[in-house]
T-cell receptor, first 117, second 114 residues
Framework: EAGVVQSPRYKIIEKKQPVAFWCNPISGHNTLYWYRQNLGQGPELLIRYENEEAVDDSQLPKDRFSAERLKGVDSTLKIQPAELGDSAVYLC???????????????FGPGTRLLVL | GESVGLHLPTLSVQEGDNSIINCAYSNSASDYFIWYKQESGKGPQFIIDIRSNMDKRQGQRVTVLLNKTVKHLSLQIAATQPGDSAVYFCAENAGGTSYGKLTFGQGTILTVHP
């Protein structure tokens, strides 16, 4: 079974430029997550989708970040314009409903490493 | 500042030894816990999970212990191998309206020497 696929794997841009990340979750996983991981820290949730609906975007900096999951499968995370502090690894994860709410195992992709110069 | 996050706890062991990685969590309402392994340049990889109605769960070479009284979680790795070298994160899920939102701990760097 293929895992979570992300692209690109690396991205270097200048500040104020736009950037987009793409994620294809594990087949059949209706829940999709975007996380940001700063150097030396654990991932922090940005947004969670149940199918095509964003059910938790409270941590997403909406002034410059946007995300979509139009058909409930693939998802795109965009930053416009990027700032120096956005340099991080952007991780996508997916899951299926578990035994109880909040007990779904999340499987992570390899991430996109963003460097903003 | 940002440099605080770079000072991860470290554990250095010899190949074949048992390793114990500890994690303290803060939310007494958390009802689901997961250990992830993250190798350099890769995303976190699921190792083992445990629900709050359990104290112990065993997998292949790994055991997770949960002490809800002191809000402590530990991961035990038996017969540690060089391939176990990675950063290990514990994560908790608070359930309720926060379900689906994993809160990750700081991470521990495990280095296994041949």
């Amino acid at each position: 079974e293929a895992g979570v696929v992300q692209s690109p794997r690396y991205k270097i841009i200048e500040k104020k430029q736009p950037v987009a990340f793409w994620c294809n979750p594990i087949s059949g996983h209706n829940t999709l997550y975007w996380y940001r991981q700063n150097l030396g820290q654990g991932p922090e949730l940005l947004i969670r989708y149940e199918n095509e609906e964003a059910v938790d975007d409270s941590q997403l900096p909406k002034d410059r970040f946007s995300a979509e999951r139009l058909k409930g499968v693939d998802s795109t995370l965009k930053i416009q314009p990027a700032e120096l502090g956005d340099s991080a690894v952007y991780l996508c994860a997916s899951s299926v409903p578990g035994q109880g709410k909040g007990q779904e195992t999340q499987y992570f992709g390899p991430g996109t490493r963003l460097l903003v110069l | 500042g940002e440099s605080v996050g770079l000072h991860l706890p470290t554990l250095s062991v010899q190949e074949g030894d048992n390793s114990i990685i500890n994690c303290a969590y803060s939310n007494s309402a958390s009802d689901y816990f997961i250990w992830y392994k993250q190798e350099s340049g890769k995303g976190p990889q699921f190792i083992i999970d445990i629900r709050s109605n359990m104290d112990k769960r065993q997998g292949q070479r790994v055991t997770v212990l949960l002490n809800k009284t002191v809000k402590h979680l530990s991961l035990q790795i038996a017969a540690t191998q060089p391939g176990d070298s990675a950063v290990y994160f514990c994560a908790e899920n608070a359930g309720g309206t926060s379900y689906g939102k994993l809160t990750f701990g700081q991470g521990t760097i495990l280095t296994v020497h041949p």
